[in-house]
T-cell receptor, first 110, second 113 residues
Framework: QKEVEQNSGPLSVPEGAIASLNCTYS??????FFWYRQYSGKSPELIMF????GDKEDGRFTAQLNKASQYVSLLIRDSQPSDSATYLCAVIAGNEKLTFGTGTRLTIIP | GAGVSQSPSNKVTEKGKDVELRCDPISGHTALYWYRQRLGQGLEFLIYFQGNSAPDKSGLPSDRFSAERTGESVSTLTIQRTQQEDSAVYLC???????????FGDGTRLSIL
C-alpha cells in the first residue's frame, strides 16, 4: 500500500461547479496535511494546509480532514479554468517525513 | 520577500559529465529538501537537511548523487558521471522545520544528451 494515494485522474469539472479531490494515507500517526497545486512546467505551490479534524476554508478552497478514516480532501468551489492543474496531496507521517502523492490532474471545462 | 532560488534554471550536458545544482533557501528556513521530478511523474524525495544535523540521504538513488549544505545557507546537489536517466527537473524546497509547509523553487531542468 502506498503511503499517500490519490486518483491520478484526469478529473474534468465544468466551470462554476465544485471540484472534489481526495487523498488517503496509510500512517495513522500522520499529523500534518498539505495541498499543493502544480501547473504544467512549473514547481508546486502550497495552497492549503490542515492539522486538525474538520474543515478549513480559504477563499474558494476548503480542506477537509478525517483522521479516523485517514483521508484528506480539497474542495474547489466555483471552479475556474485557471484552476486546471495537477493537485498534490502531501502528508507528514509519524516519522516526520513528508510524502507526496502522485497527484490528480484537474481540468476545468469552460 | 525572496523565495527559494535555484540555479541554473536549465542545464544541458553530455552523458558522463558532472553537474552541480544550486539552491538558496528562504532566509530563516532551517530545513532544506531536494526532489527529483521526471516528466509526467510525481515528486521523488532525494535528501533533507535540518540545521547542523546529519542529513537524511535515504532518497539518493545512487552514490553518483551527493549534496552539501553549510549551516542554514546554500545547498548544492552534485551528480557525477551523469546518465540519461538523470534527465529530470530537480526541485529544492525549504521550510521552518520538518513538520512545516515547504516552499519550492522554480527548479533546474536537467537534460542529459
Amino acid at each position: 500500500q502506498k503511503e499517500v494515494e490519490q486518483n491520478s485522474g484526469p478529473l474534468s469539472v465544468p466551470e462554476g461547479a465544485i471540484a472534489s479531490l481526495n487523498c488517503t494515507y496509510s500512517d495513522r500517526g500522520s499529523q500534518s496535511f498539505f495541498w499543493y497545486r502544480q501547473y504544467s512546467g512549473k514547481s508546486p505551490e502550497l495552497i492549503m494546509f490542515i492539522y486538525s479534524n474538520g474543515d478549513k476554508e480559504d477563499g474558494r478552497f476548503t480542506a477537509q480532514l478525517n483522521k479516523a478514516s485517514q483521508y484528506v480532501s480539497l474542495l474547489i468551489r466555483d471552479s475556474q479554468p485557471s484552476d486546471s492543474a495537477t493537485y498534490l496531496c502531501a502528508v507528514i507521517a509519524g516519522n516526520e517525513k513528508l510524502t507526496f502523492g502522485t497527484g490528480t490532474r484537474l481540468t476545468i471545462i469552460p | 520577500g525572496a523565495g527559494v532560488s535555484q540555479s541554473p534554471s536549465n542545464k544541458v550536458t553530455e552523458k558522463g559529465k558532472d553537474v552541480e545544482l544550486r539552491c538558496d533557501p528562504i532566509s530563516g528556513h532551517t530545513a532544506l529538501y531536494w526532489y527529483r521530478q521526471r516528466l509526467g511523474q510525481g515528486l521523488e524525495f532525494l535528501i533533507y537537511f535540518q540545521g547542523n544535523s546529519a542529513p537524511d540521504k535515504s532518497g539518493l538513488p545512487s552514490d553518483r548523487f551527493s549534496a552539501e549544505r553549510t549551516g542554514e545557507s546554500v545547498s548544492t546537489l552534485t551528480i557525477q558521471r551523469t546518465q540519461q536517466e538523470d534527465s529530470a527537473v530537480y526541485l529544492c524546497a525549504s521550510s521552518h522545520g520538518r513538520s512545516k509547509p515547504q516552499h519550492f523553487g522554480d527548479g533546474t531542468r536537467l537534460s542529459i544528451l
